[in-house]
């Protein structure tokens, strides 16, 4: 890892709109984020985020699953992909594949991911519509390290909100999308401070175990 003052470098990885990446770009773009995106890649030709990246002048690639491949010969042209761009971080941002083991192992502690929920509570898929019909009264999103087990890596940080009586799965995901706006390049900035770190299936927070996920609420993370 490169010293903290250089700005550190990223891949995103999408398939679609991409409003976080283009979070992470505003906020490096207004100084906030000492980081650079150095390529941006893509399972979908026609992900919005590509034409985001292009506006940016960021690089990017896409790697379309061919009929019939497998996740490991997919996986293997994702991996050269990575490479290629020699990121110190993996920035999974909408990334609607599940990866294979064996990709999650080579880049462990290196690789992180968003999810629309307060996790361990809702993984997978449909989560704004679960929240709903479980009649939750708080929802959120969570930045986690990747680990070979769907959305269960450790959790770095969190953001939530108060669920709305009689509130549309539409509109929640709305208040969703902005709380991750702020929750990514927030956690991307202590990735790149090196203030967190993962170390064997547990995170390092300014040399101190995490025990319970950050949230962006608290002042703790701030400089
Ligand atoms: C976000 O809700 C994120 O939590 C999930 O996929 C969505 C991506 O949205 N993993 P966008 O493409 O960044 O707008």
Request: net charge negative.
């Amino acid at each position: 890892m490169s010293d903290p003052q250089t700005p550190c470098k990223l891949v995103v990885l999408l398939s679609g709109n991409g409003s976080n990446l283009q979070a992470i770009i505003d906020r490096i773009e207004a100084g906030q984020l000492n980081a650079s995106i150095v390529g941006v890649i893509s399972d979908k030709a026609d992900a919005f985020g590509l034409q985001r990246a292009a506006q940016h002048r960021i690089d990017s690639t896409t790697i379309i699953p061919e009929p019939g491949e497998t996740r490991e010969a997919y996986d293997a042209r994702l991996q050269s992909s990575i490479e290629s761009y020699q990121a110190d971080w993996i920035i999974m941002a909408g990334f609607m594949r599940i990866l294979s083991d064996s990709l999650v192992e080579k880049h462990l502690g290196k690789l992180i991911n968003i999810h629309p929920s307060l996790l361990p509570k809702y993984k997978g898929l449909n989560t704004h519509q679960r929240v709903l019909d479980a009649g939750e009264s708080l929802h959120g999103a969570s930045v986690h390290f990747v680990t070979p087990t769907l959305d269960d890596g450790p959790v770095i940080m969190q953001g939530q909100i108060d669920v709305k009586p009689d509130e549309m799965p539409e509109q929640l995901k709305q208040r969703i999308h902005q709380i991750e706006h702020q929750l990514y390049p927030d956690v991307i900035q202590l990735l790149c401070q090196q203030r967190i770190v993962y170390t064997d299936r547990s995170i390092t927070f300014d040399n101190k175990t995490l025990n319970t996920p950050l949230t962006i609420e608290s002042p703790a993370h701030v400089a």
